[in-house]
């Protein structure tokens, strides 16, 4: 069965891209803790982030890392946080969260939501940087 994200990936749901590449992509979180929060999934479908080959493991990092440092050129923020947690959507994925204090990091917060154009604005904004 695809997750949500395989669904993503295969254009069967619309999301605000940011990067993509033959084995990675990356978008806007449609349930974003705060303004910029990204995933930034393998296209591989695997449950665990520790069960993708070293090669993939460490090519999703670096691909993490480009779009850790687009976002934190394009989002106000101290630094970007970064989250493996895994529990909701069994598809290996890492959250990009841009941070300005410990709090902007956690689950429990009341989860933003944005308009199309926001989430529009946010995207354009990420993708420039």
Not at 88 to 113: M, S
Request: glycine share 4%; net charge negative; with cysteine.
């Amino acid at each position: 069965m695809s997750s949500i994200f395989s669904k993503i990936i295969n254009g069967e749901i619309e999301s605000y891209k940011i990067a993509e590449d033959d084995k990675h992509i990356a978008f806007l979180d449609a349930m974003p803790l705060v303004k910029g929060h990204t995933l930034v999934v393998p296209k591989k479908e695997t449950d665990l982030i520790f069960d993708l080959e070293s090669e993939d493991y460490n090519a999703l990092w670096a691909f993490t890392q480009n779009i850790a440092k687009q976002i934190k050129k394009a989002v106000p923020c101290k630094r970007v946080g970064i989250a493996v947690v895994g529990l909701e959507v069994p598809h290996a994925h890492i959250h990009l969260v841009p941070l300005n204090n410990i709090d902007d990091l956690n689950f429990k917060n009341v989860r933003l939501i944005f308009s199309p154009d926001e989430y529009k604005e946010i995207q354009e904004s990420i993708i420039k940087a």
